[in-house]
């Protein structure tokens, strides 16, 4: 039994409920039955990988959803093993090399090399060159993207690759001149109800338009998210009801009580507990901008109307400092200790 966001994701481009512009200029792009190399970045859980799953059926039809995961080894330049998952179809092959962490450009460079030596194994293809889908392309390290660009042109006869990522400020300019980008918004709360509204439709139940409203509000603009939302409140209630409580993800409950403890006591052994709370989060696969904006949000609600525009100041600052920046964790922690110490200021100055 798969999850209703695996299970409802629309499969061709005629399916997709929004940004049908977006949708038309794809079609004609695969219908020239050729493909530039192409960059597609938007918030998560916009649509991204779906669109681009899209894109590779209306060029190699149904093929490319028969899906099988490949344990590939590779040697880094010290004699080390590294094993990467790569998910294959005939025609195209997906790979996260977030997973492979500081040795991604070995992996890139003979991946890639390997994929465009080997000729199409389908003879019947209409099409002689392969995709490779770069997931989390934003955390390639400068020296992958600059291997990367270097096999882009080199292979262009028979590879093309679509990078996949959050934003493109981390993206070398070389190799965002090579690719066609493609912005995929985030939809809108409206557009996020309506893809509600079809897979309530789909599992055959009533969802009252305010629920789904409130879920799409509390979703924030994150689609996935939303849809997740909607199978939780399906387990905790049904029928729905209009004014039925939004479930909220684990995390976020999280988060919350980790904005509480902030408030309650500022002090360098709290700040070590929030640490390890930061690193809970990152373990879990919660990226650091939403952990950052998050906590922001909920410390904002909670403190004196002066301090708002100063904290509201400094998570902007962190979160740039998270896109420029490596380790996260470092960035994180230090946004708690500059909130704790202008909460701290402010009290002391407030009772003194
Ligand atoms: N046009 C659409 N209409 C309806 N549902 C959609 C549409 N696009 C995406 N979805 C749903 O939204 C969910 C998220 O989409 P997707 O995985 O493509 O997002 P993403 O942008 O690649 O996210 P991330 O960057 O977090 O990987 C999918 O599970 C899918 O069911």
Redesign the pocket.
């Known amino acids: 039994m798969s999850l209703?966001?695996?299970k409802?994701?629309?499969l061709s481009l005629d399916?997709?409920?929004?940004?049908t512009d977006l949708s038309r200029k794809l079609k004609k792009l695969a219908a020239s039955g050729d493909l530039p190399h192409l960059l597609v970045y938007?918030?998560?859980?916009?649509?991204?990988?779906?669109?681009i799953m899209a894109v590779l059926k209306e060029i190699y039809g149904p093929g490319v959803e028969k899906l099988k995961i490949d344990l590939r080894s590779f040697e880094t330049p010290s004699k080390r093993k590294i094993e990467l998952n790569v998910v294959t179809s005939n025609y195209h092959l997906e790979l996260n090399p977030s997973d492979v962490g500081i040795y991604d450009r070995v992996v890139i460079q003979d991946l890639i090399k390997e994929v465009a030596q080997t000729q199409q194994v389908d003879a019947n293809a209409q099409r002689k060159f392969k995709v490779v889908v770069i997931?989390e392309a934003d955390t390639l390290s400068k020296d992958a993207q600059h291997a990367l660009r270097r096999t882009m042109e080199k292979y262009m006869a028979n590879i093309r690759i679509v990078l996949?990522c959050?934003s493109t400020s981390k993206i070398i300019a070389p190799i965002r001149s090579r690719c066609l980008s493609l912005r995929?918004a985030a939809?809108t709360e409206a557009e996020i109800s309506e893809?509600l509204q079809?897979v309530a439709k789909r599992e055959g139940l009533r969802l009252p338009e305010g629920l789904a409203g409130r879920i799409a509000v509390a979703a924030d603009r994150?689609?996935?998210r939303a849809?997740l939302m909607l199978e939780t409140a399906r387990v905790q209630q049904y029928p729905f009801t209009d004014d039925q409580a939004v479930p909220l993800a684990d995390w976020q409950v999280f988060i919350r009580a980790l904005a509480q403890a902030m408030i309650q006591e500022q002090s360098p052994r709290r700040l070590l507990d929030v640490r390890g709370q930061f690193y809970e989060l990152l373990t879990h696969c919660i990226p650091a901008s939403v952990i950052l904006r998050t906590l922001a949000f909920e410390l904002i609600q909670h403190v004196d109307q002066d301090l708002k525009p100063e904290i509201s100041r400094q998570a902007a600052f962190y979160e740039h400092r998270l896109v420029v920046g490596q380790k996260a964790i470092f960035h994180l922690e230090a946004f708690a200790a500059k909130f704790m110490s202008l909460y701290k200021r402010f009290l002391m100055d407030m009772y003194a």
């Open positions: 209703w966001v695996d409802y994701r629309p399916k997709l409920t929004y940004h938007g918030p998560s859980g916009a649509g991204k990988k779906t669109r997931s996949c959050n995929v939809p893809a079809l994150n689609l996935r849809v």
